[in-house]
């Protein structure tokens, strides 16, 4: 429960969930900011525009999720680590969620890590397909990791490291 507790609910959720459709037609972003605060970088980070123009800074993102490209670009630049960018059409029972990351240490391609979710639970374990860390996202890495596909709505953090195969 969001106001008890910070965690979003399900119904929280539903209402950010990109369409069955757009989610199955490539990387779509999901923008799960709930609490209304003075912030509007995504919208400056959008290149396609598909995060509208704050009328007020203090108004909650709205994204019109079928002129998202799944870019990424908005991911690292969100201080409340609340952009995730979805690829649900990785491959059949597998996901690629990219996912804003700022522990360290950082983790490397091919290593495994433990997936958890909004509460910081463990829920799995993914494994690390690209890494992006360049300076211009100001230590906010964003970590491409495989994920099964029936965890798409729960991973949104990973955890530490569980070895290579
Ligand atoms: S992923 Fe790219 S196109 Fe989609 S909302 Fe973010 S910045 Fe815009
Ligand atoms: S940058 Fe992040 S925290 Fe700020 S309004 Fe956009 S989604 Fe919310």
Request: glycine share 10%; charged share 25%.
């Amino acid at each position: 429960m969001l106001k008890r507790d910070g965690i979003p609910g399900d119904e929280d959720v539903e209402s950010i969930t990109p369409s069955a459709e757009r989610r199955a037609a490539g990387p779509v972003v999901w923008v799960e900011c709930f609490e209304e605060i003075p912030c509007d970088p995504c919208h400056d980070a959008c290149p396609a525009g598909a995060i509208a123009e704050f009328a007020d800074i203090n108004d909650l993102p709205s994204v019109e999720h079928a002129e998202c490209t799944g870019c990424g670009l908005c991911v690292p630049a969100c201080p409340g680590l609340a952009i995730f960018v979805i690829d649900e059409t990785y491959s059949e029972d597998e996901a690629l969620i990219r996912l804003p990351h700022e522990f360290s240490p950082v983790p490397e391609t091919g290593e495994h890590v433990t997936l958890l979710n909004r509460a910081g639970e463990e829920v799995g374990t993914g494994e690390v397909h690209r890494v992006q860390n360049p300076g211009t996202f100001d230590r906010t890495a964003v970590v491409w990791v495989v994920i099964p596909q029936e965890l798409v709505r729960d991973v949104r953090a990973i955890g530490k490291g569980a070895g290579r195969t």
